[in-house]
Antibody, heavy 119, light 107 residues
């Protein structure tokens, strides 16, 4: 059974950093591209970032480019999202998602972790 | 970025009825489109990919069609468990983008 378990969310002050983690199991993590998708309270879905299976290629939404970094540890089956210079508009549930093919579609999702940016 | 526009934003329908949701891309995306279902407090679930291919385990009452800029998701006979919000997503280019969502409510 595919499982994705996010952690690291919480309350952070504007301008602060936060690192999210997503531990994967039930599939060959090192062969799967992965993404982060977020959802602000009461709003729709926003793709944030994606990374290739090897970690060689990464892509970002314009809204987070230069502030967020995505990485992965294929030995620990773990995906990361390092967030810096956080803003109130980054407040959202952050979902880790397994991608089909090359970051085309998202066939498995974690339960999400809530990030709240507020003073 | 490619903008994805869904309509309607909400629809009220009865159990057993046919429901159609539309998604329009701001430029041609061939068949690089997916549909997701999200229930309150839950993560999204992939229903359809490549515009018309049913994801494994998804009931056959869900169907997708379209190519280029105009796409539809059809639920042929609405069931109680189908009341949810539905999103389209393009996979033609980065950044991946989602539509604003269509909430299917009980009539």
């Amino acid at each position: 059974e595919v499982q994705l378990l996010e952690s690291g969310g919480g309350l952070v002050q504007p301008g602060g950093p936060l690192r999210l983690s997503c531990v994967a199991s039930g599939f060959t993590f090192s062969s799967s591209a992965m993404s982060w998708v977020r959802q602000a309270p009461g709003k729709g879905l926003e793709w944030v970032s994606g990374i290739s299976d090897s970690g060689d290629s990464a892509y970002f939404a314009e809204s987070v480019k230069g502030r967020f970094t995505i990485s992965r540890d294929n030995f620990r089956n773990t995906l990361y999202l390092q967030m810096s210079s956080l803003r109130a508009e980054d407040t959202a549930i952050y979902y880790c998602a397994k991608a089909t093919d090359f970051l085309n579609y998202f066939d498995y999702w974690g339960q999400g972790t809530l990030v709240t940016v507020s003073s | 970025d490619i903008q994805m526009t869904q309509s309607p934003s909400s629809v009220s329908a009865s159990v057993g009825s046919r429901v159609t949701i539309t998604c329009r891309a701001s430029q041609g995306i061939s068949s690089w489109l997916a549909w997701y279902q999200q229930k309150p407090g839950k993560a999204p679930k992939l229903l359809i990919y490549a515009a018309s291919r049913l994801q494994s385990g998804v009931p056959s009452r869900f169907g997708g069609s379209g190519s280029g800029t105009d796409f539809t998701l059809t639920i042929s006979s609405l069931q109680p468990e189908d009341f949810a919000t539905y999103y389209c997503q393009q996979a033609y280019s980065f950044p991946r983008t989602f539509g604003g969502g269509t909430k299917v409510e009980i009539k």
